[in-house]
């Protein structure tokens, strides 16, 4: 069946590092979403990508889509303690979203 | 908007019992997903409704489990009898269409 694949599952990086979380799908997706859960919450959209070689950029956050809309990835510029959490992307699927299993994003005290 | 509504925040209860799980999806909202949440198996959906009509419950785990949509304001996730391995956060989410899904903060629900 439809997967998609997310990487890596968990990241540590001091504050003020880069952060990048990729996904990967197996058929062509028409149209890509980013959630971020943060520690006890419930996962909460960020953003939705349908263009091919579509770019977002949310304050320190960017977000693509890639030209054969199979592929995406989320990246955070000097990561601060409130992004902490775990990032999904899912990918549209008529009614329903195909997850991928989130990568959590992990500052070092 | 109050958002996705759901009820019981928490649940504890004994192996065996019968749990319900109560969610208020967002009015206006056609669609309706049932999320279950561990440590071991991330985030899995369980069963979604399209229009109160069950589209696809293959995610369900097994006959234990239950899911009902009798409106478009109110689902409910059943399970009998439970077991500790059913241990986990249970999440609901509406979407219009199918699009973006806003989810509700979920139940925790622990079966010793």
């Known amino acids: 069946g439809q997967q998609v694949m997310q990487i890596p599952q968990y990241q540590h990086v001091q504050e003020g590092e880069d952060f990048t979380t990729y996904c990967n799908s197996s058929t062509t997706l028409s149209n890509i979403q980013w959630y971020k859960q943060r520690p006890g919450g419930h996962p909460v959209f960020l953003i939705q990508?349908?263009?091919s070689g579509e770019v977002k950029k949310q304050k320190r956050l960017t977000f693509q889509f890639g030209e054969a809309k199979k592929n995406s990835s989320l990246h955070i510029t000097a990561t601060q303690t409130t992004d902490v959490g775990t990032y999904f992307c899912?990918?549209?699927?008529?009614?329903?979203?195909?997850w991928g299993a989130g990568t959590k994003l992990i500052i070092k005290p | 908007d109050a958002g996705v509504i759901q009820s019981p925040r928490h649940e504890v209860t004994e192996m065996g019992q019968e749990v319900t799980l109560r969610c208020k999806p967002i009015s206006g909202h056609n669609s309706l997903f049932w999320y279950r949440q561990t440590m071991m198996r991330g985030l899995e959906l369980l069963i979604y409704f399209n229009n109160n009509v069950p589209i696809d419950d293959s995610g369900m785990p097994e006959d234990r489990f239950s899911a009902k949509m009798p409106n478009a304001s109110f689902s409910t996730l059943k399970i009998q009898p439970s077991e500790p391995r059913d241990s986990a956060v249970y999440f609901c989410?509406?979407?219009?269409?199918?699009?973006?899904?806003?989810f509700g903060a979920g139940t925790r629900l622990s079966v010793l």
């Open positions: 989410a509406s979407s219009l269409n199918g699009n973006i899904q806003y």
């Open positions: 899912a990918g549209g699927d008529n009614y329903q979203l195909i």
């Open positions: 990508l349908v263009k």
